[in-house]
Nanobody, 126 residues
Framework: HVQLVESGGGSVQPGGSLRLSCTVS?????????MGWFRQAEGKEREGVVV???????NFAESVRGRYRISRDKARNTFDLQLYGLKPEDTGMYYC????????????????????WGRGTQVTVS
């Protein structure tokens, strides 16, 4: 059974940085070619932040493009999200997601396309 566990969240001032980690267990990156990060602000729907197709191509949401980075660490079985220049509107619960299929991964920031989810890590910018 695939398990995703997020960590690294916290409270930072505007302009600060964080590094979120998603640790994968129960499967390998080879079997989870499509991975992503989503976030959900209080009282709002979950939205896509970034998706990564087989560690090759990355699609960021416009709102975070240029400020966020991803890294896929095979040795540690982690999919990390680096957040820079954080803004108050970046506040939310950040979730790691994965899919065993890669078709339509690059173009998709939809929650419905990801069957595997972590429980989230909170990011607060204020």
């Amino acid at each position: 059974h695939v398990q995703l566990v997020e960590s690294g969240g916290g409270s930072v001032q505007p302009g600060g940085s964080l590094r979120l980690s998603c640790t994968v267990s129960g499967d390998t990156f080879a079997n989870l070619p499509c991975m992503g990060w989503f976030r959900q602000a209080e009282g709002k729907e979950r939205e896509g932040v970034v998706v990564n197709d087989r560690g090759l191509s990355t699609n960021f949401a416009e709102s975070v493009r240029g400020r966020y980075r991803i890294s896929r660490d095979k040795a540690r079985n982690t999919f990390d999200l680096q957040l820079y220049g954080l803004k108050p509107e970046d506040t939310g619960m950040y979730y790691c997601a994965a899919n065993s299929h890669y078709w339509n991964c690059e173009a998709s920031l939809l929650t419905a396309n990801f069957p595997f989810w972590g429980r989230g890590t909170q990011v607060t910018v204020s």
